[in-house]
Nanobody
């Protein structure tokens, strides 16, 4: 069973860049679609970015497209979320998620994911 742990969150000023990492253990992420979600206080969890098992299909929320990039390092068994031009509205707890797939499917519904990390807080000040 895959365990996921996020890192890299923190308190930053608007406009800067930040990279989140999601390290997997207990198994390889090979064959897994992965996604990043976020949840702000009082709001529902929403997809930020998702990528298919071989990264052939990716999805970005409209609010982050062009600013965020999802990627993975198979050798490190780690998924990244590179965030640039951060805005106060990006403030949230960020979660990574994974699910085994046999197709190039990048799920955007949180209920489609099997494994989740505990989350990392990102706070963007204006």
């Amino acid at each position: 069973q895959v365990q996921l742990v996020e890192s890299g969150g923190g308190l930053v000023q608007a406009g800067v860049s930040l990279t989140l990492s999601c390290a997997a253990s207990g198994g390889t992420l090979s064959g897994y679609s992965t996604g990043w979600f976020r949840q702000a206080p009082g709001k529902e969890r929403e997809v930020v970015a998702a990528t298919s098992r071989n990264d052939l299909n990716t999805h970005y929320a409209d609010s982050v497209r062009g600013r965020f990039t999802i990627s993975r390092d198979s050798a490190k068994n780690t998924v990244f979320l590179q965030m640039s031009a951060l805005k106060p509205e990006d403030t949230a707890v960020y979660y990574c998620a994974a699910r085994r797939t046999v197709t190039e499917w990048a799920p955007v519904d949180s209920q489609q994911y099997e494994y989740w990390g505990p989350g990392t807080q990102v706070t963007v000040s204006s």
